[in-house]
């Protein structure tokens, strides 16, 4: 959309930073909290500089209460700021849930539009970095049930930034969910190869500027025909990577918002393939993968050639040292994809 | 441990689970209460340092005496119009919970909360606040609305989800919003507002504003996290906010002990913040007034947060959903130690010369006539049972400012599914 | 199973206290509380006279502090104890999540069994009440995805007691919803209809002593041969009676337990009907409807003559004076069902 | 507002965001920073009513002089042996850190924390509690499972996620557990074992029993809703246990003004919560030693639970993830007033004539010989990295008692899957 000036390679937490410090710049009504975010800049970097530019009114370090942090996100958004608090980790986001749920998603039902909650909530997700089971988890499955909630998952850098400026810009509650394990380098699920800067992917040219990427938009990474591969964050990765090791011609769709869903490019893409796969790295179990097989067995029933099947993380805590067999890598996809195409 | 030592001959330990002085049937005698001298509690000023505060939590400030005069150097000498304003909007408030308790009773909403008893914790507050102050309140302070005249046929017709409704018949009875008043959109989840004002003042102050916030829980919430993250946050960016804790007593069937009340109380909870607290006598509009203004004007000043903790008594049940007498003595409320707020503003006004018992006659009849004017009016525009008066696609918005498209099929598909059954 | 001495008529609350009463008098380790659990015996009165019989070391009121009451049961539980702590409302739950989340469900497995949190967390959920968005929600859905916790639903008062005594005595963390709408009576969905006691009901038949109905076993409430109707709580009265008014031959499966699930059940149901609506009180999108949907369409996709249907709450927050509206009853079945027998 | 006034002439709203006092490079001055005399502080009974202990939490109590000297009535008077283990625990904490340490560095496994500078404060509680009273820790009281002479084989067989891991791999390094020790499974989620502490003390206290309950938070933790909910049951029912702050300075990059430290010190929480609190200075093992064991003493004797703020200094990083150096001057380790912790407790045994430098530097060798061979035994079994150590199907056990289905199925379905694939 609109204007793409200069570009740069970025990674993704470049991107991200790129999307704060461009969208603070243009509306002097964006804050940034969290813990950690201010003069340190993020645990992992996200935030670096920018309160050293915007000032310490604007990006500042919050006390260790998740709670606290969405509760007065949402106090300041009253006032008519336009909050970006970090949730540290998405594993710790649980002490927020009622300033969540309750509150930023009600606000505005429950006042028939005299209040509103324009917060972006940015936290780092998924593992693959032996983060053991509280610095892996995938939690948005839980947000993708609450109404009034938008769930938001870039897997590139350029994604990233977009996507982030119109979270921050839109005017309903967003979770922005970031795919740790992919800030510094795509990655297809072999880890026992080197990881792949971002530098060497087309998708880490960056614009320098602002520039959007629609919410409820998502993108056919790979055209094919043969399966419908439905993904985001880390797994769009594994699933672009099991597509050139089969072989197989895969249609792979990079979902990058979650609610609301870009439900028109599914159907159209299941309507012409006949077969799909959802994958996450979140548990199976209530995943949102299983709202994706519901909706694509609801809508494209009678060209199903197979059953929609889940390539999810396992029903278990995401193992310390056991970590890459519970994450759902290529051998889970190639076999899956197998017996799709053979179902 | 490294070296395991002889068991000591010390006694078992011991469970304490707090139990309240009377229970139905017990007679009550709240002799060992004390309520401290009316005007004795120095007023420190404003820009005290938070240390130099830290008896204050304990002690009662009152300015009402029993004679019905004002004392000491809590009292904020306020002229005699503006006390009968206070009067008036607290007869109103009254008035109003008596109407509506009684339209619940007769069927014509699911729900009510009267606020009886503590009708100066929130009239008091809403005029020692100026205007465009943010107030966050929880589900008993109609007080404040009614203090900032809002009209009551809008609050009405909230609580008769009918076609009046601003709130579109979405909210329970008396989860009130009203912007144009500076009035939070209420939650049923306790104690989530408090962080919420917490942030709207560092809004405030980020930008140097000069508009503070104030925030009401009852007793009973502020074993909540939320409590927890307000008091925190406004400590730490020493935020312009006013925390103020309601004591009526009770939280539903669960006395103040369950909360801590045995232990201190909940004005000292500001001391370990490190910021300011007062406790004040909630059934003393002058105090309330007077606790609110000082706040403020140390908010105002950037000398940061107050936690007011207002000791007062929850008259009636609950809700309409509650049965007092079936876990408190009903002697309890007629030997509270503090009066009843309406009658004390009244003997004081009348003490001054400025009202008698004809004019305070002429007001009440006057504000039940206005009640129930106001009662017809949004009756007229239907109660809860009458059918329903919002168009069902309305259950569909405002989720999102833009519809999504799953939530438009749902609307279509309600509207298909109920042409199709013939409704 | 077992004895199954005198019964009595009994609705749901009193089942429910009848449990309590009779597991605490058989293990004097099980403690119930929360808030106004205590002397006043609970808002909706399930655990009335259990303080007075058991004494307050057993039965006690507690803060409100939903988070402090499951922090306290955790520890109570590693003391060795088997709390049963009552959440008000549902829609309360969501302070104790972390709690929930990371602590109760987590435990056996982060310490590899050396601790465990055999905790039953009773709370009343689902709407019918005019409760309004916080006094009505289901968010059954948010727990089913974590793994670790099971969660029980009855449907009427003999299962609520033998499930409630089979969750305490489980050493697992149960999360035991109960529908409040049903408490007094079971609830076909025709709101305009006078309310029918349980007294009547065969279900309300209820032994005094001690029996188990086993977590993970679903009830086949009515057999059928034209389509699976999935349910749980209130919905299976709604089921029972969509059934009796189209006459169409379906047969309604009671959950019971969503996790684990009784998938046998489920499987050997729908390969015979061929059809399958799953129900629920909860919001659509990422509901346990959309799990049990991704289920049978993977297990049993060649047997399926039509798309799995949903028949749920909206994607909205629980509207206070447009209940019947939100609420899925009849109408919304009837139509689904006419769908989904065409289909 | 009933009657909005002229706005006011006060100075605009202001945000304080808090700054610590030094930044990387800055030079690093203490001399503000009040320690206090060693021995200056009173000890009441540990029976006494909390309303008499409202000054203790802003004193610091110290033992220990600057000669090395054990002075005042909190001095608990320990005889050398005791002291000698003390000491020994301590550098034996310190000598498993400096290895663990390196084998991360080594790449030998994902992370390690060090508790350099903050040994006293959880040897000190090990060594004052009794052997079967319950431990809730952070992940910082490594301590504690040292003083209670747990292997420190198994702890790190725990970090290197090896074939003798007890935890079978599946918790991130350091988070142990150890029950035989009386030490909770470690959580990842901050704070959440306060509130467990609570409820074991509630059920020890419910049964007659006698053992106590502990636990730590960082100061930072504080902030966390599950620390209000620990403290404010702990006061209602007056529950048999401690809860420790560790207030080492530092929460990752954030200064302890975070979490309040500018308003008043951790210690006061307590008042607010009507409970008994003490500051001790954390560096001081007597102290510790000494505040732990009236903390005690008065659980014990049902007068129920004390907060105690360890005044500390995090001498390293947080973590092995992390680099202090980006946030806070390099200087300031050096210059803490409080000293070190074992280098203190040395110059006392020295001083008692108990301990001299020969032997102090003979145990160390002796220590870091002993943590160099448990370390061989320990990476035989195997490093993180070596290759996975458990079989793949103990990722599907302990999830629930009982496997069910759907988990079994999971289960099969990798292993097939895995076949399939030739791995
Ligand atoms: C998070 C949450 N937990 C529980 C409830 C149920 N509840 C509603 S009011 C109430 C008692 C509140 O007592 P208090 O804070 O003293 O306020 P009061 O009613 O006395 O004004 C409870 C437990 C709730 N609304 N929200
Ligand atoms: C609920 C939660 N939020 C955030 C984190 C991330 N985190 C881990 S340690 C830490 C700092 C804790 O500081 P403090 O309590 O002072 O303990 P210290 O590390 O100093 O011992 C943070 C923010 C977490 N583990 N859990
Ligand atoms: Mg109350
Ligand atoms: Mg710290």
């Given at each position: 959309?609109?204007?793409?000036?200069?570009?740069r390679?970025?990674?993704?937490?470049?991107?991200?930073?790129?999307?704060?410090?461009?969208?603070?710049?243009?509306?002097?009504?964006?804050?940034?909290?969290?813990?950690?975010?201010?003069?340190?800049?993020?645990?992992?970097?996200?935030?670096?500089?920018?309160?050293?530019?915007?000032?310490?009114?604007?990006?500042?370090?919050?006390?260790?209460?998740?709670c606290?942090?969405i509760?007065?996100?949402?106090?300041?958004?009253?006032?008519?700021?336009?909050?970006?608090?970090?949730?540290?980790f998405?594993?710790?986001?649980?002490?927020?849930?009622?300033?969540?749920?309750?509150?930023a998603?009600?606000?505005?039902?429950?006042?028939?539009?005299?209040?509103?909650?324009?917060?972006?909530?940015?936290?780092?997700?998924?593992?693959?970095?032996?983060?053991?089971?509280?610095?892996?988890?995938?939690?948005?499955?839980?947000?993708?049930?609450?109404?009034?909630?938008?769930?938001?998952?870039?897997?590139?850098?350029?994604?990233?930034?977009?996507?982030?400026?119109?979270?921050?810009?839109?005017?309903?509650?967003?979770?922005?969910?970031?795919?740790?394990?992919?800030?510094?380098?795509?990655?297809?699920?072999?880890?026992?190869?080197?990881?792949?800067?971002?530098?060497?992917?087309?998708?880490?040219?960056?614009?320098?500027?602002?520039?959007?990427?629609?919410?409820?938009?998502?993108?056919?990474?790979?055209?094919?025909?043969?399966?419908?591969?439905l993904?985001?964050?880390?797994?769009?990765?594994?699933?672009?990577?099991?597509?050139?090791?089969?072989?197989?011609?895969?249609?792979?769709?990079?979902?990058?918002?979650?609610?609301?869903?870009?439900?028109?490019?599914?159907?159209?893409?299941?309507?012409?393939?006949?077969?799909?796969?959802?994958?996450?790295?979140?548990?199976?179990?209530?995943?949102?993968?299983?709202?994706?097989?519901?909706?694509?067995?609801?809508?494209?029933?009678?060209?199903?050639?197979?059953?929609v099947?889940?390539?999810?993380?396992?029903?278990?805590?995401?193992?310390?040292?056991?970590?890459?067999?519970?994450?759902?890598?290529?051998?889970?996809?190639?076999?899956?994809?197998?017996?799709?195409?053979?179902? | 441990?490294?070296?395991?030592r002889?068991?000591s001959?010390?006694?078992?330990?011991?469970?304490?689970?707090?139990?309240?002085?009377?229970?139905?049937?017990?007679?009550?005698?709240?002799?060992?209460?004390?309520r401290?001298?009316?005007?004795?509690?120095?007023?420190?000023?404003?820009?005290?340092?938070?240390?130099?505060?830290?008896?204050?939590?304990?002690?009662?400030?009152?300015?009402?005496?029993d004679?019905?005069?004002?004392?000491?150097?809590?009292?904020?000498?306020?002229?005699?119009?503006?006390?009968?304003?206070?009067?008036?909007?607290?007869?109103?408030?009254?008035?109003?919970?008596?109407?509506?308790?009684?339209?619940?009773?007769?069927?014509?909403?699911?729900?009510?909360?009267?606020?009886?008893?503590?009708?100066?914790?929130?009239?008091?507050?809403?005029?020692?606040?100026?205007?465009?102050?943010?107030?966050?309140?929880s589900?008993?302070?109609?007080?404040?609305?009614?203090?900032?005249?809002?009209?009551?046929?809008?609050?009405m017709?909230?609580?008769?989800?009918?076609?009046?409704?601003?709130?579109?018949?979405?909210?329970?009875?008396?989860?009130?919003?009203?912007?144009?008043?500076?009035?939070?959109?209420?939650?049923?989840?306790?104690?989530?507002?408090?962080?919420?004002?917490?942030?709207?003042?560092?809004?405030?102050?980020?930008?140097?504003?000069?508009?503070?916030?104030?925030?009401?829980?009852?007793?009973?919430?502020?074993?909540?996290?939320?409590?927890?993250?307000?008091?925190?946050?406004?400590?730490?960016?020493r935020?312009?906010?006013?925390?103020n804790?309601?004591?009526?007593?009770?939280?539903?069937?669960?006395?103040?002990?369950?909360?801590?009340?045995?232990?201190?109380?909940?004005?000292?909870?500001?001391?370990?913040?490190?910021?300011?607290?007062?406790?004040?006598?909630?059934?003393?509009?002058?105090?309330?007034?007077?606790?609110?203004?000082?706040?403020?004007?140390?908010?105002?000043?950037?000398?940061?947060?107050?936690?007011?903790?207002?000791?007062?008594y929850?008259?009636?049940?609950?809700?309409?959903?509650?049965?007092?007498?079936?876990?408190?003595?009903?002697?309890?409320?007629?030997?509270?130690?503090?009066?009843?707020?309406?009658?004390?503003?009244?003997?004081?006004?009348?003490?001054?010369?400025?009202?008698?018992?004809?004019?305070h006659?002429?007001?009440?009849?006057?504000?039940?006539?206005?009640?129930?004017?106001?009662?017809?009016?949004?009756?007229?525009?239907?109660?809860?049972?009458?059918?329903?008066?919002?168009?069902?696609?309305?259950?569909?918005?405002?989720?999102?400012?833009?519809?999504?498209?799953?939530?438009?099929?749902?609307?279509?598909?309600?509207?298909?599914e109920?042409?199709?059954?013939?409704?």
């Amino acid at each position: 959309m609109s204007e793409e000036p200069e570009t740069r390679a970025m990674n993704m937490i470049q991107a991200i930073n790129s999307a704060l410090d461009i969208a603070m710049g243009r509306d002097s009504e964006i804050v940034v909290l969290g813990e950690d975010v201010g003069f340190f800049g993020g645990v992992f970097k996200a935030t670096e500089g920018l309160q050293a530019k915007h000032g310490k009114n604007r990006v500042f370090d919050t006390p260790i209460s998740e709670c606290g942090i969405i509760g007065v996100a949402v106090g300041m958004a009253t006032y008519g700021l336009r909050p970006v608090p970090e949730i540290q980790f998405a594993d710790y986001i649980y002490p927020a849930l009622d300033q969540l749920v309750s509150e930023a998603a009600r606000l505005r039902y429950r006042s028939a539009g005299e209040y509103t909650a324009p917060i972006t909530v940015r936290t780092p997700f998924g593992g693959g970095i032996f983060g053991g089971q509280t610095h892996s988890q995938s939690p948005e499955g839980i947000f993708t049930h609450v109404a009034g909630l938008k769930t938001v998952i870039p897997s590139n850098p350029y994604d990233a930034k977009g996507l982030l400026i119109s979270a921050i810009e839109d005017n309903d509650p967003v979770i922005f969910f970031e795919p740790k394990r992919i800030y510094n380098g795509p990655f297809d699920g072999h880890y026992d190869r080197p990881v792949t800067p971002w530098a060497k992917h087309p998708q880490a040219q960056v614009p320098e500027g602002y520039y959007r990427i629609p919410l409820g938009k998502a993108a056919v990474v790979r055209a094919g025909e043969a399966a419908t591969l439905l993904c985001y964050g880390t797994m769009v990765h594994v699933a672009l990577g099991v597509a050139e090791e089969t072989g197989v011609d895969v249609e792979v769709i990079d979902l990058r918002t979650l609610v609301p869903l870009d439900i028109e490019t599914i159907e159209a893409s299941v309507r012409k393939t006949g077969r799909c796969i959802v994958l996450h790295e979140a548990t199976r179990t209530g995943g949102f993968g299983a709202e994706l097989a519901a909706l694509v067995q609801e809508r494209c029933f009678y060209s199903l050639e197979a059953p929609v099947e889940r390539v999810t993380g396992w029903d278990t805590p995401y193992p310390h040292s056991l970590e890459w067999a519970y994450f759902p890598g290529p051998v889970r996809l190639t076999q899956a994809l197998k017996r799709v195409m053979e179902g | 441990m490294a070296d395991p030592r002889a068991p000591s001959n010390l006694p078992p330990l011991a469970l304490h689970v707090p139990e309240p002085q009377f229970r139905p049937g017990d007679a009550v005698d709240f002799a060992s209460f004390d309520r401290g001298e009316a005007g004795a509690v120095a007023r420190p000023d404003t820009a005290e340092k938070a240390d130099a505060l830290r008896t204050l939590p304990y002690a009662l400030i009152r300015v009402l005496d029993d004679e019905g005069k004002a004392q000491g150097p809590w009292n904020p000498r306020l002229d005699a119009d503006r006390l009968r304003a206070m009067l008036r909007h607290m007869a109103l408030t009254r008035a109003f919970d008596e109407r509506m308790y009684r339209a619940q009773r007769q069927g014509k909403t699911s729900f009510y909360m009267k606020c009886t008893g503590e009708e100066a914790t929130s009239v008091g507050a809403a005029h020692a606040l100026d205007h465009d102050d943010m107030c966050f309140p929880s589900y008993r302070q109609q007080g404040l609305l009614i203090a900032r005249d809002w009209p009551i046929g809008d609050m009405m017709c909230q609580i008769y989800s009918n076609s009046g409704d601003r709130l579109k018949g979405r909210q329970m009875p008396i989860m009130y919003s009203a912007r144009d008043a500076g009035f939070f959109s209420i939650s049923g989840n306790l104690a989530t507002q408090y962080p919420q004002a917490v942030g709207f003042a560092m809004a405030s102050a980020a930008k140097g504003d000069s508009r503070i916030a104030a925030s009401w829980v009852g007793e009973g919430s502020t074993a909540e996290g939320d409590f927890h993250s307000a008091c925190t946050f406004a400590s730490v960016y020493r935020a312009p906010v006013i925390l103020n804790v309601i004591n009526n007593q009770w939280a539903i069937s669960s006395f103040s002990g369950f909360a801590g009340a045995e232990a201190t109380t909940f004005a000292a909870r500001a001391i370990g913040y490190g910021i300011a607290g007062l406790r004040v006598d909630g059934n003393d509009i002058l105090a309330v007034y007077a606790a609110t203004l000082w706040a403020a004007e140390r908010a105002r000043g950037n000398h940061g947060p107050t936690l007011i903790e207002h000791f007062t008594y929850r008259a009636e049940g609950h809700s309409t959903s509650d049965d007092p007498s079936k876990y408190r003595s009903a002697e309890e409320r007629g030997k509270w130690p503090l009066g009843d707020p309406v009658a004390r503003l009244k003997q004081h006004l009348i003490a001054l010369g400025e009202w008698d018992d004809a004019r305070h006659e002429a007001m009440d009849k006057e504000l039940a006539e206005y009640v129930r004017d106001e009662g017809r009016k949004a009756e007229a525009l239907g109660t809860l049972h009458d059918g329903l008066s919002q168009p069902f696609t309305t259950m569909f918005e405002d989720i999102f400012e833009e519809q999504p498209w799953h939530l438009k099929e749902q609307s279509e598909q309600m509207q298909a599914e109920r042409k199709a059954a013939g409704i």
